[in-house]
């Protein structure tokens, strides 16, 4: 394809494909309070309210699974000082890339909160060459190498991960503290 731009490209070609799947798990489980509804009369003294109001959820609150395929190919064609592309080599220009993102949320108890990301980008390598035309590769090499490459999720190139954990602390369930709160949280990231 002619493009009128410039006097010495002879031809541009840029394909572009991209592909997603997303996976979202949010059960409604609220977990369970096994003394709550307790009839003890121990466990309705204000002493003990520690014990009657814990808490737990076995099961996170949401669970999330994220993939992107970007695949961009480029061909570039210039004339040489005759106007015909004898001995001028087409430029290739290809990035396959593979993303993924992961995050999980759970409220272990209702004071324990944790929640984890991470981001994984990855390049697909391609052997050298062209599947059509010039610097002709077979399409079985093409899709070994480019098969391969995907059954190992890709070449990683970024990674970052972040946890934090919140921990409110029932302090507030003695009595004699009931005006108090307090939390403690703990964050790290790694690149």
Known sequence: MNTGIGNNL???????????LNYTYNPNFKGFSPFSKSK???LKS???????????NPIPNSIMMQGQLN?????????????????VTPNYEKSFTFNRNYAVSWN?????????TSAVNTIID?????RRGDNFISQEEYQDSVYKNLANFGRIKNYNQSWNANYKIPINKIPLLNWVNSDIGYNTNYT
């Open 40 to 42: 003890s009369k121990i």
């Open 126 to 130: 391609e052997p050298l060459g062209n």
């Open 10 to 20: 002879e031809s541009y070609r840029a394909e572009t494909y991209t592909g997603g």
């Open 71 to 87: 695949r961009r190919y480029v061909r570039t064609q210039l004339y040489n000082a005759e106007l015909n592309t004898n001995g």
């Open 108 to 116: 272990i108890t209702k004071g324990i909160r944790v929640n984890y």
């Open 46 to 56: 204000k002493y003990l309210k520690l014990i009657k109001d814990f808490n737990l």
